[in-house]
Structures are given as structure tokens and as C-alpha cells.
């Protein structure tokens, strides 16, 4: 598997580039700003785009989706809770964010749906909590896990749509449950394992 992560915008998001070995087909998660930057990785890599997931829909996550998009021509997939959310501007004022307004989602993904880029196969997982709409993407051994769990930290949930029950029922048993080895790649920050996270994040103590 091909992974390549970048950190972009002012808020640190981290957007990924993940792509089969085989195939050289691949995905964007979370274009999320510097679109100039991710399109002359994608370049380097050889890699064909043909997804572009979103882990939820917070601006700091699509600010470049519609430029990303329009240089790829892939489809544009999001979980259904959070497909509205994309088209509101509110939320990029809270944020302080003013972006070109996104193209509406090609696919509206639900937990169990699977993403298969050549010979990657990944499974969405919904982990509602940080917005209604939030998933992570499992496979191969790691675990893309957005805004809902981070290296020793988890999700804010006092953002419009925010719920701190549904976060904590997400985190412990949607993402607790996975081996202790899964790599997780966070929408901010550095990874981490599921191990790591289990022992020492102190939000799934309490
Ligand atoms: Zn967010
Ligand atoms: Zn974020």
C-alpha cells in the first residue's frame, strides 16, 4: 500500500494519499487545503485518483475539495449524516474559513459500505459523536480515524451536531475493539496505535 501523509492549512488538518501498489489507482482522504501540494504529490506518486473521502464534513477537512476534485475527476464520497453539512457556510465562518462553496457528493457512504481501490479494500466504519456524519476507513492493518480519535486525544463534540454520548459509545465499540496493532492516522496530529490509545488516552478513562 502506497501512503503518503500531508499536513496542510492552518489548523494542522492531515490529508491522506493512499494507493495500491499494483493498480497505481488511488484515494484522497480529507482534501483539506493546499491543493497545489497535494496534486504535485499525487503526480510523484503515479497514482490515479479515482476517490476522494471525506472523514466528515468540517470545513477544515474539504477546504480544497472542489479544486482537488475538479484536477482528478474522481467521485466525491461522504457519509450521508454529513452530506448537508458540506454545503453549509455557517460552519466555515465559525471556523474562520472561507473556501469555494464544495460540489455536492457523488456517493453517500453508511457504516459496513466497503471502498476498493484496486487491491485495497477498506471498510467503513460510522463513528458519529464529533459530527453526525463522521466515519473512519479500516484496512490492511490501519485505521483512518478523522476528527473522532486522535494521538492522545479524542474529538470535540460542542461543535454543531457534536454529542458527546455517541462520541464515547463510537470510541469504545467501533474503534476499542480493533488490535491492538492498528496503525490509526488521525485528521490532526500524529499516529498512533489502538494499543497505545487503550493504555494511554486519558478520555477513554474516566
Ligand atoms: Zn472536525
Ligand atoms: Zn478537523
Redesign the pocket.
Known amino acids: 500500500m502506497i501512503l503518503r501523509k500531508l499536513v496542510v492549512g492552518p489548523l494542522a488538518s492531515n490529508c491522506y494519499i493512499v494507493g495500491s501498489e499494483s493498480s497505481k489507482e488511488g484515494i484522497i482522504i480529507d482534501p483539506a487545503d493546499e491543493a497545489e501540494k497535494i496534486g504535485q504529490t499525487v503526480k510523484e506518486l503515479g497514482l490515479k485518483i479515482k476517490l476522494i473521502l471525506l472523514t ?1 464534513g ?1 470545513p ?2 474539504i477546504g480544497v475539495l472542489k479544486e482537488v476534485k475538479e484536477a482528478t475527476g474522481a467521485e466525491v464520497a461522504v457519509h450521508a449524516d454529513d452530506a448537508e453539512s458540506l454545503k453549509q457556510q455557517v460552519l466555515g465562518l465559525l471556523f474562520g474559513f472561507s473556501y469555494a462553496p464544495p460540489p455536492p457528493p457523488d456517493r453517500l457512504l453508511k457504516g459496513g459500505d466497503s471502498i476498493d481501490i484496486g487491491d485495497l479494500h477498506f471498510l467503513v466504519i460510522h463513528t458519529p459523536g ?2 453526525p456524519g463522521s466515519i473512519c476507513l479500516l484496512g490492511h492493518g490501519v485505521l483512518f480515524s478523522g ?1 473522532t480519535l486522535f494521538n492522545n486525544g479524542i ?1 470535540r463534540y460542542d461543535l454543531p451536531g457534536g454529542n458527546y454520548h455517541q462520541l464515547m459509545d463510537s470510541l469504545q465499540t467501533k474503534l476499542m475493539v480493533l488490535p491492538d496493532d492498528t496503525i490509526v492516522y488521525p ?1 490532526h496530529g500524529p499516529d498512533t496505535t489502538i494499543g497505545a490509545e487503550r493504555r494511554n488516552n486519558p478520555f477513554l478513562h474516566g
Open positions: 466528515h468540517h477544515d477537512h464529533h459530527t476528527d474529538g485528521g
